[in-house]
């Protein structure tokens, strides 16, 4: 039979049109000369080869022909057509010129088509259509991330048509920048990356910031605040207070006045970044709780007595 164009697609000898397809999608995407720079010339000597296959093989005429009487009796077929077939398909004793089409040309014409024929539906489907509603996941940020930014990688996986209209199942992974300063409650929104159903425009992806609770500090707005428990004898006396922010940074805090019950301590620019304005960071605010003792001896009692007893003159 000569040159094998079925061995060549990697076709069994009854595939469907479907799958003569699909293989020569596959194959002519591999070896693709401009995909195959470093060995252009052994891409281009293959690209011809699977080119010539499909182009026999895709047109019902040829492939009868190459059935019956191999790659000779394409060559040798007497046909009273232009394209070297007659109408009834007929072998006989003269000389065919088989003049093979560019390979660009049919790969041209096989994308082309395929493109064609997704978009016509995809148009098909969106217009007019009703959009289905959004869909909202949180997206639960820790306030460290919140305060420094990052980058979140989600995988998401939904329904698309193939280059055939058929349903398949896909996944994407999705990249989300958060910018210092996003608060609880701030939407990102992917249009349309929802499943691709006919009659109905792709859903949105909607995902909401939520902020995981933090052990130290608790975000006010642009405030963060920290409650501090000291004892009666520090809100008397003075303390010296050692915090380590969220981008790692260790504060010294000097208290030398009397703390007295309610008394806040404010430290600008010591609180969340500003997310319109990321030069610009609100108040560290620390709230103090006195803890008092629980009894006192006599002798306490006295000492505090003599020693407070003109305080509050």
């Excluded at 595939?15 to 693709?32: F, G, I, Q, T």
Aim: charged fraction near 30%; hydrophobic fraction near 35%; glycine fraction near 8%.
């Amino acid at each position: 039979m000569g040159v094998d164009y079925y061995n060549i697609l990697r076709i069994s000898r009854n595939a469907k049109e479907e799958d003569l397809k699909k293989s020569y999608k596959r194959l002519a995407m591999r070896w693709h000369p401009d995909k195959n720079p470093v060995n252009k010339k052994d891409a281009e000597a293959k690209f011809k080869q699977i080119s010539e296959a499909y182009d026999v093989l895709s047109d019902p005429q040829k492939r009868q022909i190459y059935d019956l009487c191999g790659e000779e009796g394409l060559k040798s077929a007497e046909l009273s057509s232009p394209s070297g077939f007659s109408d009834g398909g007929g072998v006989g004793r003269g000389t065919y010129r088989f003049n093979l089409r560019n390979g660009d040309d049919i790969f041209a014409e096989f994308f082309e088509s395929r493109e064609r024929g997704f978009m016509e539906m995809w148009m098909r489907w969106s217009q007019g259509n009703k959009k289905a509603a959004p869909v909202e996941s949180k997206l639960v940020c820790s306030l460290e991330e919140l305060y420094k930014g990052g980058r979140r990688k989600l995988r998401i996986s939904h329904t698309v048509p193939d280059e055939f209209g058929k349903p398949q199942t896909v996944e994407e992974i999705l990249k989300i920048d958060i910018e210092p300063g996003w608060k609880k409650g701030t939407k990102i929104t992917f249009p349309e990356k929802g499943n691709h159903e006919p009659g109905v425009t792709p859903a949105d992806l909607i995902f909401v910031v939520d902020e995981k609770p933090h052990a130290i500090f608790k975000r006010d707005g642009n405030d963060l605040v920290v409650n501090q428990k000291i004892s009666l004898l520090e809100a008397l006396t003075g303390i010296t207070l050692s915090l380590t922010t969220l981008d790692g940074r260790n504060l010294t805090i000097p208290v030398l006045d009397v703390v007295k019950p309610g008394h806040e301590v404010m430290i600008p620019n010591e609180g969340m970044p500003i997310s319109k304005e990321p030069s610009k960071k609100g108040h560290l605010k620390i709230k103090f709780e006195i803890i008092f003792p629980s009894t006192l001896t006599a002798e306490q009692k006295f000492d505090l007595k003599r020693t407070l007893g003109g305080a509050g003159k």
